[in-house]
């Protein structure tokens, strides 16, 4: 799972000389403090943003370790003639409660590399993107894989927001300068994969996001009707009493096809019907789907 978040640049100067000392771990050749530029710049956080999602703090340390070493580029090319800064430092911060990571970045001063400078100094390249890997995103409300477990983000749950949580770092990657702060409504970019484009980049680049939107929504709710499908059968089994756990149940429907779930539901339904006959002509249950729901929903 890729991650891009936009950030802010603080503005620093010239370098310590115990920043000079990690500065020049990472250079190849020996730099003075005159020669090199020094910024800050805020990479993530542990609060929920836009996309109400929000780093999990105890993933803060070792992403932070993951972005020593990274490079800024100006824009988004990819090209390492563009690369103009690099991070020697982080460090986790925690201020009123709020847990970030703050990293320190040099560039190397002269030609090209002025002119960034000079636009940082000045506010233009203020914003700053940021892109890692995580390796899975947890529901706030149940602790399970996002996306799995039914709930969404956005919605309360007994009062509670529901947010995915995001876990484990796998690698973090370069940051880019955005000359223009950020006016894209989330000003996020993500992805599967290391550096490919999603989807959703393409469907904003050629002004399909409409149509994004609403495949968006319809393979929602075709998670949801999978996921009624599978609550189905697990209730139809251990109304049946067929002896195997819940949790075991759960597992096996998981990783079933959805046109054999269909079938299995289908069979344990019958199954069900001639077991409790009388349960299914009652006049009020209207259906098979609601005589399992109410007697078994207790
Ligand atoms: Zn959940």
Not at 37 to 60: K, N, P
Not at 269 to 285: C, E, H, I, K, S
Request: with cysteine.
């Amino acid at each position: 799972m890729e991650i891009r978040k936009e950030t802010n640049v603080e503005v620093s100067g010239v370098p310590t000389a115990a920043q000079l000392e990690l500065i020049n771990s990472h250079a190849k050749g020996k730099l003075t403090a005159e020669q090199v530029y020094v910024f800050s710049l805020r990479l993530c956080d542990d609060q929920v943003d836009r996309d109400l999602e929000r780093f999990d703090t105890a993933a803060l340390p070792a992403l932070a370790k993951l972005f020593i070493g990274k490079t800024g580029i100006v824009d988004h090319r990819w090209s390492s003639d563009s690369q103009v800064a690099r991070i020697f430092e982080t460090q986790v911060v925690r201020e009123d409660g709020v847990s970030y990571i703050k990293a320190w970045a040099y560039i190397r001063r002269g030609g090209h590399a002025d002119e960034i400078i000079a636009d940082i100094e000045a506010g233009i390249k203020k914003e700053v993107s940021v892109g890692c890997a995580m390796g899975w995103s947890a529901c706030s409300i149940c602790g399970g894989a996002y996306g799995e477990c039914g709930h969404q983000k956005g919605e309360y749950y007994d009062g509670q927001l529901c947010c995915a949580i995001l876990k484990e770092p796998v690698d973090a990657y370069e940051f880019s300068f955005v000359a223009v702060p950020a006016q894209r409504s989330a000003g996020v970019m993500k992805g599967l994969g290391t550096g490919k484009r999603t989807l959703k980049d393409l469907a904003e680049e050629f002004g399909a996001q409409g149509e994004y939107r609403a495949l968006f929504k319809e393979a929602q709710l075709g998670r949801e009707y999978r996921k009624e499908l599978e609550n189905a059968v697990v209730r139809l089994c251990l109304a049946l009493d067929l002896g195997a756990e819940e949790p075991v149940l759960r597992n096996v429907v998981k990783t079933a096809g959805a046109e054999d779930l269909r079938k299995l539901k289908a069979a344990l339904q019958d199954r069900f019907d001639q077991m409790y006959p009388v349960t299914a002509q009652l006049p009020a249950m209207g259906g098979k789907e609601s005589v399992v729901e109410s007697g078994f929903l207790i």
